[in-house]
């Protein structure tokens, strides 16, 4: 795999999905060979003075047109700024990033919570076994059209607007799933009942995590979590998400 | 290019040009070998090596400021067995100086870990007396002269390699921290640590950081790091390695003009990871376009005026 620099790329398209939420489309010839669902890249904001890129997660990988999709909230200051991006302006960028998903298992249960729901979309796109998609949702939804082609799509909303009332724990009960490998990536919160409910389930779980990071190629020491095992790097009960991560078997970690 | 010369030296070490990494920010040097030539670097600074591993600060450990980011990660390492058997054999594989910078609880913990590294083949240990970030030792050495002055003798009684005292910009006298390092026997000062700081996340409100407090680096520092580099360098004879917010070659020949020997490169190198060999390439241009042919003859060279 070649190393990721840091390189401007051309916006290809960036329109808004739903309130706050954006749907970019990069240009990103040699990143697409290298990249696998899972990983992230590192976002840099035209003003200087914000310094630190903003590390989001791949959404899609389109090979034959040479492009990534990114689909990020706006959460402050950098991310607001990236939602003024239009066709054709160059955005800094370093990526692919990070230990992304091992594609493996026969029936998969893909687990996605608000933000964290976009990096499943290319690995649902990837798998080839069966797939049930749970996605949670506060109340307004998006990406739930695109993840219909690759599976089975359950929805959980806080208010029941809109599937389940509840968390994505809830629809996965209530509609009685189940897998050998469960993948999923959402909030702290959400990642531990993933977590529980794997571990009683004895199901198999491959979960990303989410910590503001500085560097994101493993220097800064800034976006570690505890891990079960001295971890080879570190030396200590930690690992770093973006090296090691940001996708950790359930039991490498602890939440 | 051949004809202009880059090197300088420091304690009797010399290195083949002034800039190096500013300790914390570069790994072990490992991390950034996929992107950096390390052989072009005067000289790799390590992340604070402790006696035992340290895990350091709960998350979050990292935010950004306007023009700066704070830091608590609280000297997180592998600890010095680690270090000496993995980290050190990796750096010596290439043609750069090493400098270790040493952390500790305790003045016995610095000395101790100072011992065992003077036994390897480093070149200079770099004494962190300065870390905002930490309970025990770090800043706690660092604010007042009369510690600084102790520690520095004490450490300097198991170094059989020349030191560095990394002095905190959290004091009201630069000159006074200064002095004391010189007097305790220091064979080079480095300056600036980070400021201390805080950020407050007003929607939880609540502090952005675990730690609460963290240290300041990046843009938002230079002038300060400036400043004091300019104040330390008229109060003592020892050499100054000079850090804080360096981003291009024109920051650090700032650094350097105000009597800075050596310039570390800190939180660029997580902005721009090409950051070290980028500012060696401006100080040369810088060079080449003024008709300098000695990066010697710029160290200082507005204290006169």
Redesign the interface.
Known sequence: MS?A??KSIRVLKNLMLEEGVYDLWLEADDMVADARPGQFVSL?CNDG?????RPISICEIDRDKSSIRLVYRVLGK?TEEFSRLKTGDLIDC?GPLGRGFTLEGSKALLIGGGIGIPPLLELAKQLSCEKDIVLGYRDLTFLENDFKKYGNVYISTEDGSIGTKGNVIDAIKANNLTADIIYACGPTPMLKGVKEYAEVNHIKAQLSLE?????G?????????QSTEVDH??????KRICKEGPVFYADEIVL | MNDMNMKVNIAGVSFKNPITTASGTFGSGMEYSDYVDLNRLGAVTTKGVSLVPWPGNPTPRVAETYGGMLNAIGLQNPGVDVFIKRDLPFLKSFDTRIIVNVVGKTEEEYCEVTERLSACDVDMLEINISCPNVKEGGIAFGQDPRRVEAITSQVKKYAKKPIIIKLSPNVTDIAETAKAAEAGGADAISLINTLTGMKIDIERRTFLLANKVGGLSGPAIKPIAVRMIYQAANAVTIPIIGMGGVMDGEDALELIMAGATMVAVGTANFINPRATEEVIDGIEAYMLRNNISDINDLIGCVSGG
Do not use: F, Q, S
Not at chain 1, 49 to 53: E, F, I, N, S
Not at chain 1, 233 to 238: P, Q
């Open positions: 190393i620099i840091k840099y003075g914000r310094l630190l890129p950098g370093i910590e503001r990071m500085a560097c190629i493993g220097a800064c020491l800034a976006c570690v979590c790097h570190t030396n200590v009960h930690n």
